[in-house]
């Protein structure tokens, strides 16, 4: 009997067909509802429960009252199971990360939600690394590489799981945007954590590189190259990233993995540094003795300007658009689709002398001639 | 009854052999052959020649091979090949970049002859000028098609000819003493990808360039940022595994010139610029052709194949040995080891004969205008099957070179069949052997969504290629109305559905016998669970 846990964070996307730039927050909510908006996400999750109606008898499905998960499971035809939730009329954050918890404690095989990038915080947040999760898009921002590519894929990868397939796992991005910002019509996401999602190249988003081990090998590889690129005695700043974690790894201490971290002849010098911190440090440094290593963030391939603010203008500019080194898994790439990287760091002109041609590396003595742009 | 010609889809069943692996069928005891004695002499003669072999290099134990009667291998082995799918029995255009084209059989009755078949390799050059005559003047043929000054015929397979190339760059690269300057080789993303491999095993450093995304070809802004003295190498591929030919591969193969650099041409996609164009004018110092691919041999699956590589007058005297030589003077063709500065052997003996003869059968019974007809009727049945697949529900083309016609090949996507059923190319895989077809899910590299590549070569008529589009149009018809049907794909085939999580992860791996006893038990129950 395969145990699927499944959440409906019911609000998720209301916002998005009466124009607002996500459902965050009650006050918005209240106002999408003015708006005449309606729930969407318990259908898009039903079209994903659809596809297992074949295995509905190998089926054990958990989930929460009425819009959080009863309904779609009702829409959809399958048999569930109450996990005892009790909610209000108006679910919220809360409840989502209650219910995670709930499912995690009941042991499932897989977490299945629908929602936006909010709700994937939400899960994240609850329940970390240790529960199978898989996203159902229903929201407005899906920013987060935990999603698949659409609900029907979201049905399919399950089908082929309660059907005996044993992927490996992989931990995927968590992201999220500031929709303050994002209503006036500016882009900033940060990356708030990971979560394990089936490896499977052939539904969820953004794992295009082959098998997760070959991922790992390759993180590995770059970390090599990147190791022979730090001179002895250079100051390396190294940004977030599981990449980039690899070469702090490499260098044997394990770092932060959303934060900018300092390290000198393998040694590390500061961790998680704020913008002022890394000012200081470069200012002890002579001239050109400063390297920063990135690797873009996201599927929209921003270099800086998303989820690295402390690499502020002002520190770009002391190292130097020379002393910048790129880094990526050849499918973080290839996933742009042509695309070029970009920079936003908030200062236009710094953003244009950033653009042009860069070296990215892509594994052991292999590189990417990409394009960047503002 | 046949098939309804008018529908085109076939009511086909393979035949499934639940048959055993050749080692579980081994009886103790059982023999083949049974060799006669040697009697004392042949005995005595026999321990001398084992103890001329270092004692480190001799068996303990025989090897545990299987012991077999004669008409247990034979059907062991008709059972296997009964569960095969060759490209004499299917469609194959599914196979993109591989060029699946008519072997025609009497090329074969003249590679199978007894002149040929049962030479010895280590047979006196004097009774081997009828061979030795065909290499040679099947590396004239090559020369006039490509344009380069001199071929050797030696390596086993396109790989093997790309890691010859890589090892004339690095010897050519060491020899005027630029090693620690001229570390940087250039490829396309589009490139196969064994033109970086080879590059890294040489020492070098790779970088890849990326398509423009309008145009499909390569980036040459990119790649005019890529290029400087550090460049060794350009290693490229044109046309693109995608079909589009890359019209501005002059000023690339120029830009490197200006850097003092080599340009290496992979062409094992051929089959849609013969007699079109040539190495030579496109400003390559070095190229191979897959024998096997373009030039009809088969492939033999995973080998014997054949990679010959060509070089340019400069770089002629790099070659692997021997190449094949002719005196004028005696009128006799021979070995020729005398090549200055070869980066020594690749294969043993003369290579893959067999391979040569019938490319060389197949490039005379064409003659130049056949050849040019082979790349025409490659690229206008090629460009057929395109507009059909665009106008296939669920298929499609990337977005780039809209508009445009392609080679002799296209990558497509079955993207939007993906967005509208949850099922892909993966799914359309596993059941099209159900209707005796094959399709490749072309995925290296990792940049188009769903792929698929359909190259219809020269050798199909219009009914066999729409044949291949309706099973095509059947099957996406299916995933929009009965996906489950594909799901549990293929039904009538020889194995049921497999997953790819096994091929993804070594510790599930068995690729040898010896290793899966070690590793299991029973059918793929590992041993510690």
Redesign the interface.
């Known amino acids: 009997m395969f145990r699927l846990g499944l959440i409906v964070n019911p609000v998720a996307g209301m916002g998005g067909r009466v124009g607002l730039k996500g459902t965050d927050g009650p006050d918005c909510l209240t106002k999408a509802r003015e708006l005449g908006a309606i729930p969407l996400a318990p259908s898009r999750a039903a079209l994903a429960l659809r596809v297992l109606l074949p295995v509905k008898d190998e089926l054990c499905l958990f989930t929460c009252p009425g819009l959080m998960g009863e309904t779609a499971a009702v829409e959809a035809g399958l048999p569930f199971r109450a996990i005892g939730l009790r909610v209000g009329p108006q679910t919220g954050p809360e409840d989502t990360k209650e219910a995670a918890r709930r499912m995690a404690e009941s042991g499932v095989d897989l977490l299945l939600f629908a929602g936006g990038d909010g709700t994937a915080r939400d899960i994240a947040e609850a329940v970390g690394e240790n529960v199978l999760c898989l996203g159902i898009p229903a929201g407005v921002k899906i920013h987060s590489a935990v999603y698949a590519a659409t609900p029907l894929h979201a049905g399919e990868a399950v089908l082929s799981l309660v059907r005996g397939r044993r992927p490996s796992r992989r931990l995927a991005e968590v992201m999220d945007i500031d929709e303050e910002a994002f209503r006036k019509g500016e882009v900033r996401s940060r990356l708030f954590g990971y979560l394990p999602v089936p490896a499977d190249r052939r539904h969820l988003q953004g794992l295009k590189s082959g098998s997760p081990r070959s991922e790992a090998a390759l993180q590995k590889a770059i970390a090599a190259d990147l190791l022979e690129k730090l001179k002895p005695g250079a100051l390396a700043l190294i940004g977030s990233g599981t990449t980039t974690r690899e070469l702090k790894r490499a260098l044997g201490f394990e770092g932060t993995l959303l934060g900018v971290d300092a390290v000198k002849d393998g040694k590390l010098v500061a961790e998680d540094c704020g913008e002022r911190q890394l000012l200081e440090l470069i200012a002890r440094e002579p001239e050109g003795n400063v390297r920063i290593v990135v690797t873009p963030i996201g599927g929209q391939g921003f270099l800086f300007g998303r989820g690295n603010q402390q690499f502020s203008p002002e520190v770009l500019k002391r190292v130097g658009k020379e002393n910048i080194l790129v880094a990526a898994v050849p499918g973080k790439l290839a996933a742009l689709a042509g695309a070029p990287l970009r920079v936003d760091t908030g200062d236009p002109r710094l953003d244009r002398e950033l653009s042009g041609y860069t070296k990215v590396v892509t594994g052991y003595h292999e590189a990417v001639m990409a394009k960047v742009t503002a | 009854m046949g098939m309804d010609m008018k529908e085109k889809i076939r009511d086909f069943h393979q035949a499934r052999w639940d048959e055993p692996v050749i080692f579980e069928l081994s009886a103790p005891g059982e023999r083949g052959i049974l060799v006669p004695e040697g009697g004392p002499l042949v005995e005595a003669a026999g321990r001398e020649a084992l103890e001329e072999l270092p004692a480190e290099m001799r068996r303990a134990t025989p090897p545990a091979l299987p012991e077999m009667g004669q008409m247990r291998v034979l059907k062991h082995f008709l059972r296997l090949s009964q569960e095969n799918l060759g490209a004499d029995f299917n469609i194959d255009i599914g196979q993109g970049t591989c060029t699946m084209k008519y072997s025609p059989k009497v090329n074969d009755r003249l590679a199978g002859s007894p002149k040929v078949a049962d030479l010895h390799p280590l047979q006196d050059e004097s009774t081997l000028q009828g061979a030795l005559e065909i290499m040679y003047r099947t590396e004239q043929l090559l020369k006039s098609i490509s344009g380069l000054d001199r071929f050797c015929l030696h390596p086993g397979g396109g790989s093997q000819a790309l890691s010859g190339i890589a090892a004339i760059i690095r010897a050519w690269v060491d020899d005027h003493g630029l090693r620690d300057k001229k570390d940087e080789i250039i490829t396309t993303?589009f490139s196969h990808p064994s033109n970086?491999a080879v590059a890294?095993l040489r020492g070098?450093?790779?970088?890849?360039?990326?398509?423009?995304?309008v145009t499909g070809r390569p980036?040459f802004?990119?790649?005019k940022?890529?290029v400087s003295d550090r460049t060794a190498a350009l290693m490229i591929t044109n046309p693109e595994d995608i079909g589009l030919y890359n019209d501005r591969i002059r000023e690339f193969t120029d830009l490197v010139h200006a850097h003092g650099g080599i340009c290496s041409y992979d062409q094992a996609n051929a089959n849609g610029i013969l007699g079109v164009t040539r190495a030579k004018e496109a400003g390559f110092d070095l190229c191979f052709f897959n024998i096997h691919k373009t030039f009809s041999s088969p492939h033999g699956c995973g080998g014997p194949g054949c990679g010959v590589i060509g070089a340019a007058e400069h770089l002629a005297p790099y070659l692997p040995v021997p190449l094949v030589g002719f005196c004028e003077e005696s009128g006799k063709y021979f070995l020729d080891y005398d090549v200055p500065k070869t980066i020594g052997k690749m294969k043993d003996f003369y290579g893959v004969l067999p391979a040569v003869v019938r490319a060389y059968a197949w490039i005379m019974n064409l003659g130049a205008e056949g050849l040019l007809e082979v790349a025409r009727v490659a690229t206008l049945n090629n460009n057929y099957v395109f507009q059909k697949i665009l106008k296939m529900k669920g298929a499609g083309a990337p977005p780039?070179a809209k508009g445009e016609h392609r080679m002799e090949q296209v990558r497509y996507s079955f993207q939007k069949l993906?967005?509208?059923?949850?099922?892909?190319i993966?799914d359309v895989q596993n059941r099209i052997f159900d209707y005796a077809g094959h399709i490749w899910t072309s995925h290296e590299?990792?940049?188009v969504?769903e792929p698929f590549t359909i190259e219809p070569t020269e050798s199909y008529s219009k009914d066999e290629l729409d044949e291949y589009l309706a099973v095509l149009e059947r099957i996406v018809e299916e995933a929009y109305t009965d996906p489950?049907i594909l799901?549990h794909a293929p039904h009538r085939s020889v194995i049921h559905h497999v997953?790819h999580?096994y091929l993804?992860?070594?510790k599930r791996w068995a690729i040898t016998w010896r290793m899966y006893r070690k590793r299991f038990d029973g059918y793929f129950q590992p041993k510690d669970a």
């Open positions: 993303i970086p890294k070098f450093k790779v970088i890849t360039i990326y398509p423009d995304p980036d802004e990119a790649f940022a890529a780039y993906k967005e509208e059923t949850g099922l892909g993966a590299p990792f940049i969504p489950e799901r997953d999580d993804e992860d070594p």
